[in-house]
T-cell receptor, first 109, second 115 residues
């Protein structure tokens, strides 16, 4: 069975500090991993996906198959980054995507 | 831009009532999903559908049913609402064929309160 673990429910950093949101997964096949973000009063939306290997809003995430991790990083956090972040595992598991429990990031001024 | 529209943003129902949550997407996506979002529990999949009239149970299907009569529309039905079904319900759609699911596009959510 596939599983996604986000160990931190809450994460608080100061503006300008680096931030890392952790995500670990378990999956026997070839994983396809995503980070979704939900800003206050907005719909859940894709932030980035591992296969695109791009930086969105200064965030990056690298798939580490050896450690089965897909941590989300940003070198300098901004107040507008405050949101709920979900790591998700998609791909070929009978059409299902599995989400972690989410991490609420608060960036303090 | 993909648009996933959920018919009701807020609903208040009484225990035992039948509840319909409607979702429509306009991008001709094959796959549609209903998730439940609860604090500290993340998103849990209730049901999904990969084609018209096809449905598959997710992780928490008990107390729910779904209907997909047209490709663009996916309905979630609570036959007899209970207080433990008070939650935020999210509809999503994605391109996909067979067993594959890519990026999910979400609706704004329907917040259901069962009294």
């Amino acid at each position: 069975a596939q599983r996604v673990t986000q160990p931190e429910k809450l994460l608080s950093v100061f503006k300008g500090a680096p931030v890392e949101l952790k995500c670990n997964y378990s999956y026997s096949g070839s994983p396809e991993l995503f980070w979704y973000v939900q800003y206050s009063r907005q719909r859940l939306q894709l932030l980035l996906r591992h296969i695109s290997r791009e930086s969105i809003k200064g965030f990056t995430a690298d798939l580490n198959k050896g450690e089965t991790s897909f941590h989300l990083k940003k070198p300098f956090a901004q107040e507008e980054d405050s949101a709920m972040y979900y790591c998700a595992l998609g791909g070929t598991n009978a059409g299902k995507s599995t989400f972690g429990d989410g991490t609420t990031l608060t960036v303090k001024p | 831009d993909v648009k996933v529209t959920q018919s009701s943003r807020y609903l208040v129902k009484r225990t035992g009532e039948k509840v319909f949550l409607e979702c429509v997407q306009d991008m001709d996506h094959e796959n549609m999903f209903w998730y439940r979002q609860d604090p500290g529990l993340g998103l849990r999949l209730i049901y999904f559908s990969y084609d018209v009239k096809m449905k598959e149970k997710g992780d928490i299907p008990e107390g729910y049913s779904v209907s997909r009569e047209k490709k663009e529309r996916f309905s979630l039905i609570l036959e007899s609402a209970s207080t433990n079904q008070t939650s935020m319900y999210l509809c999503a759609s994605s391109w996909g064929t067979g067993w594959y699911t890519g990026e999910l596009f979400f609706g704004e959510g329907s917040r259901l309160t069962v009294l």
